[in-house]
């Protein structure tokens, strides 16, 4: 995996391979930062990246200025890859060692960008747990997005949240906001 822009732009990042992870392609990565870019200043926004895994995510918003990322994983070798990894490139990244619904139900945090990659073999109901643990909880800031990565074989465009899908290959972000009032 590679950082695509920002301070570290085109550094190679290699995970240990025994990490249980799947990382974003950079091609995916690089569609949905184009994406964030048009509706963002990532120096002045807070992020939470959920199923962190190698950090992917993390260190291309931190690459790109962003001050305050928090990335949660519950797996102690992805979080000590990303602590060591964001030592070595000086960037400044908050880890959480938690399960992640246990942290969306107790974290005081809001996000205006949240990311969550959990693994592609969920079942349909603990994605949308995940959308409804941010709402509910009142973790996306009111002009945020939550951001599901998933694979295409899962449909999660009936949840009230959802806003749109953007595809890439077998990969599918999924974009949640909050509802107008009309």
């Known amino acids: 995996m590679r950082i695509i822009s920002g301070k570290h732009k085109g550094r190679r990042l290699s995970a240990p391979k025994k990490l249980p992870v799947r990382p974003t392609t950079d091609m995916a990565k690089e569609s949905?930062?184009?994406?964030?870019?048009?509706t963002y200043y990532f120096d002045s926004i807070r992020v939470l990246d959920l199923f962190a895994g190698t950090g992917n995510i993390s260190f291309e918003f931190a690459s790109r200025g962003t001050k305050e990322i928090y990335a949660v994983d519950s797996f102690f070798g992805c979080i000590k890859y990303i602590n060591e990894t964001a030592k070595e490139l000086d960037l400044d990244?908050?880890?959480?060692?938690?399960?992640?619904?246990?942290?969306?139900e107790k974290t005081p945090l809001k996000a205006d960008v949240i990311f969550a990659d959990p693994p592609y073999d969920f079942e349909e109901e603990q994605f949308l747990k995940i959308v409804d643990l941010v709402f509910e909880n009142d973790s996306l800031e009111e002009e945020g997005v939550l951001i599901i990565e998933h694979s295409k074989h899962t449909d999660l465009t009936k949840h009230e949240k959802h806003s749109y899908d953007k595809r890439y290959g077998g990969n599918v972000f999924s974009f949640f906001e909050h509802t107008e009032i009309s």
């Not at 930062?33 to 048009?38: K, Q």
């Not at 880890?95 to 246990?102: A, I, L, R």
């Open 32 to 38: 949905l930062f184009n994406i964030l870019n048009n």
């Open 93 to 104: 990244i908050n880890t959480y060692k938690k399960d992640v619904y246990v942290f969306l």
